[in-house]
Every structure is written in C-alpha cells, then in structure tokens.
C-alpha cells in the first residue's frame, strides 16, 4: 500500500519548507543551501534513481531531462534491443500489467493471506492442527480479516447513511441556500449529523452550500469503497486476468509492459515522489528537486491496493540490473507472501552496491512490535538498507508527523514528509503527506551526496547520512499519542535527515578521515 495521506488541511509558510535549514523549534528542513555552498566548486556526476511506485507522468514539465533513458533500447521497435528480456523498456517497466492491460486496483495482502489459508484449514479440526504454526498464523488471520472487513463495513454503511442525509437536506432545501432557512428547521433523527456537519461548514458565510460538507468526507467514503469493492474482497483477484504470469513462481521474469505511466488517477503517487527526487530547480516553476543529477528510472508494481512480493522484487532486481545506485520504495504492507523473493533481491542490491530506502508506514505504530513489509529482515541488509519515518514542520513537541510509524530498531531516521509540495500529472503540483515523501527526501539527499562522491559504496553512504541526522534535543510526541519522548528512543539515529552534514561527513571520510 502506498504510504502517502491526503492533501495537507494545513500549510506552511515556505511552500518549500523541507530545504530550509534545521531548527530545533520548527521548520527542520534539510540545509540545503549550506550544502549547495559546499558543493559549488565540484563537479557532479549523474545518478540513476529508481522508483518503485505506482508510475511516473513522464511528460511532466517538471521532470523533462531528469527521467531515465536506457540508450541501449530502440523505442516502439517491438525488439529487446539490449537483450536484458524487456521489449522497448524505454523509462523502466511495468510489473503489473500485460500487453494490452492494466492493474489498477488490487486487494489487500490481508486478504490474500485469508483467502489462501481458509482454503486449507477452514474445514479442519482444531486439535489436529494444535501445534502446527501454519494453522496458528490461519488463526491470526482469520481474526485480523473478519475485524477490519466488519469494521470497514460499519463505516461504509456510516458514509452512505450521511450522504444520504445530505441529499435529503438538499432535497428539501436545495443545494444552495440561505443560512436562515436552517435556523428553525428541526430534523428527523436520521438527518441531524447531515444538517449539524451542513451548519458547522457554513458557518460565517452567507449561502449554505451542500457540497462543500459533502465533499469534506468524499475521500474517507471513497477509501472504504476501494475496501469494500476491492481491498477485503474474497472474490476479486485481477492477476491472472490483467497480468497472466505464473503468480505461484515467485521467481519468474519478463512479465509485465513498458507502460510507466498509466493515468492521471493511478500514477499521481509515483509522480509526486519523483518531483521531490528531481524535480527541475532551474525553470521557476512549480516544484523543485532535491538531486539535479538524478535521473528517475520509473518501475511500476503497486495498484491502488498492497503491491505483490513477486512484483517488489522483480522491480529490484531489474533496478540493479540497468544501472539504478539508489532504490526508492513508498510502499508497505503488515503481510507477506513470497518474503524469501523479496529477500533474494534485497541481497542481489546488497552484493551490487545498492542503496535501498523505504518508507516506514502512516499507521502511528512501532515498527519494532509490528509488521511493515519490506524491510531489513532482522537486520540482514541493514548496511544498505535506510528506513524513513515522517517529521514536520511544527513546532515543538509536534516535530514527529503524528501518522508516522517509528521504533528504535527499525525506524533509522525521520526526513521531512508533511506538506511536501511536487509534481502531479497533467502538469500539476500539490503538498501531501506521508512517509512515501519522507523517504524520497532520503533519496534525493543520498543522490546528491553520491552524485559528488562517487568512489563511496552504498555501506558508507548509508552509515554517512544516518550518523550526520539532526538530533532534536527536545522530547517530541509519540506519533499517535499524547505521550513524550526523545529521538532517540523513536529511531536508531535519532535525529533528522541534513543534507549539509551529510556533505561535511562524506568530505571527512573521502579524504581518510
């Protein structure tokens, strides 16, 4: 699932406020300018950034000149020019697609799990499988499923109640009207949340407008919808149909098509993420990138719904093998299916010199006592592996993005990932949420650092950017909670992500120190 929230309900000041310089009280961006200081006199190399997302408009104005091109390959030719067994993979591949279709919605991993495990067991006599540990996570499941489809379900029937309610309330009134006509009106039961939400949105102005409540819970009721429709679905599974890949042979390649961009709707995620990576700085407009020297390999494997393991894997390894340094994922998921895949293409970027960084989730939950796949498995990629948790632009004790995930063993560093202002399709631009833009933060701070210092391995930049972080001084709030604690004790580096220090510590150690 992708790890970004909605539209920010508040912005701040600088629209660009993840570039100014760190503070202690608020606005703790990544240096940026210190760091252009200490690099104008040294020259750049390019670095190859990849992507794995939900797709990437190509044809932003914004990004022309910072997408990926493999030279090797003749575009629309029908020929695998270069031999590496994708035809006409121009700006990267798509995993989830075939020659002439697309996946745009998928179901839940949790759904997967329950639907496969049901199959073997939901017959079966509890006391002959008492001690098999199968049997027991089939247990886990069953009751993890059956409690978020029942609670989804609750509230879908909510969202549907009120947006009956507020066409109850424009039925009588009209969609536009004056304040007044509400005064003495008294509702029936069913209608009183419609008509207090109608009031508390009008209130101050002169025409009572229905829309305006009613579009303030669209996106929530729109969310259970996929839920319903899709996500905790039993019956929906659009692989074999929309892909027809051997789904049980975790290992297979070459499946998939060079569609890197779908639509304005299912690529505005992966769009958003490559703005903040490379966006142009130089034209003054709309956004602005961290690495000019970045180029974006663009690699599609999440739908609206939990990427499949087959397909993050398969991502990786096609990211190593055409030349990508660092690998940026702003995707998640609490279940797994294929991890052994995962892990096999986690040690390939490992044994590559391969910088991998991953979001850390938006559920305010520790990640050392919860599941958030993919990840360093234990520790066993954790020298080039860079978990990213979301900060702010609050002040003190709100520095900490209230939906991030954290935990002092996984979480490694926070970057800034509330109000980040990027590219959208069709030449748009928006600030969203997330720790899907954390961590591109993380990677356009690591393909800077890289694009000036090379001869570094992905070990030694990754041990450069944890260790030159921020530290805040003061306690923050636990994400989610009202509770306070320092940094330290939320992530392993306990501070923020700076792009100067970064340069300083990178200088420091390519010159033996």
């Known amino acids: 699932m992708l790890c970004a929230t909605t539209v920010v309900a508040q912005k701040p000041m600088d629209s660009m406020w993840h570039f100014l310089p760190f503070t202690q009280s608020g606005y703790a961006g990544i240096d940026y300018e210190r760091a252009e200081q200490l690099s104008k006199n040294m020259e750049a190399n390019e670095i190859v950034v990849a992507v794995i997302d939900n797709g990437v408009d190509i044809n932003h104005p914004d990004l022309q000149g910072s997408i990926w091109v493999n030279e090797d390959e003749i575009a629309g030719n029908g020929i695998d020019d270069d031999n590496n067994g994708y ?69 879908l029937d909510f969202y549907n109640e009120l947006d009956a309610g507020f066409d109850r309330v424009e039925k009588k009134f009209g969609t536009k009207f004056d304040p007044e006509e509400l005064l003495e009106y008294q509702p029936k039961k069913d209608d009183q949340l419609a008509v207090a939400l109608v009031r508390i949105f009008s209130a101050g102005k002169d025409t009572v407008n229905v829309d305006d409540a ?15 429709d899709y996500g905790y679905n039993t019956d929906f599974d659009p692989r074999e149909e929309l892909v027809g890949d051997n789904y049980e042979d975790a290992y297979e390649k070459y499946y998939g098509n060079n569609q890197v961009y ?5 690529s505005s995620h992966g769009t958003h993420v490559a703005g903040i990576i490379a966006a142009n700085r130089d034209n003054d ?60 293409a986690i040690k390939y970027a490992q044994e590559n010199n391969v910088l991998l960084i991953h ?21 066993s990629y954790q020298d080039v592996w860079i978990e990213v948790g979301a900060s702010s ?17 996984e979480v490694d560093v926070f970057a800034p990932g509330v109000a980040i202002y990027s590219t959208m399709p069709d030449s748009a631009y928006e600030a969203l949420d997330g720790t899907s833009m954390a961590s591109p933060v993380v990677a356009g701070v690591a393909a800077y650092v890289w694009s000036y210092y090379p001869d570094l391995s992905a070990e030694e930049l990754r041990d450069i950017l944890v260790e030159s972080t921020e530290y805040l001084k003061r306690r923050q709030k636990i994400p989610g909670s009202k509770k ?14 700076n792009l100067a220090n970064a340069m300083e510590l990178a200088a420091l150690r390519s010159s033996g120190q």
């Open 214 to 228: 009613r579009e303030a819970f669209a996106e929530s009721r729109k969310h259970y919808e996929y839920l319903m």
């Open 262 to 266: 779908i639509n304005e709707e299912f």
């Open 359 to 379: 979001a850390a989730g938006n559920d305010s939950e520790n990640n050392d006592e919860t599941d958030n796949f993919p990840n360093d498995f234990d520790g």
């Open 393 to 409: 632009w609050y002040e003190k004790p709100d520095m900490l993005a209230s939906f991030s995930n954290y935990g002092r063993a």
């Open 285 to 344: 407009i709309g956004a602005k990138g961290i690495c000019a020297n970045a180029k974006i390999m663009v690699l599609r494997c999440v739908p609206d719904g939990d990427e499949r393991d087959k397909d993050v894997a398969n991502s990786i390894i096609y990211a190593v093998d055409n030349g990508a340094k660092i690998i940026n994922m702003s995707f998640g998921k609490g279940y797994a299916h294929s991890s052994e895949a995962v892990k096999a």
């Open 87 to 155: 035809i006409d993979d121009i700006h990267g591949w798509n995993f989830i697609g075939s020659a002439d279709t697309n996946v745009t919605h998928d179901n839940l991993e949790l759904t997967r799990q329950y639907v496969i495990l049901r199959e073997k067991y939901r017959n079966s006599s509890a006391s002959a499988f008492e001690n098999d540990p199968e049997y027991q996570r089939y247990l886990r499941v069953d009751e993890d499923f059956k409690n978020a489809y029942n609670t989804s379900k609750r509230m």
């Open 484 to 497: 306070k604690r320092k940094l330290k004790k939320l992530s392993a580096s306990g501070g923020i992500i």
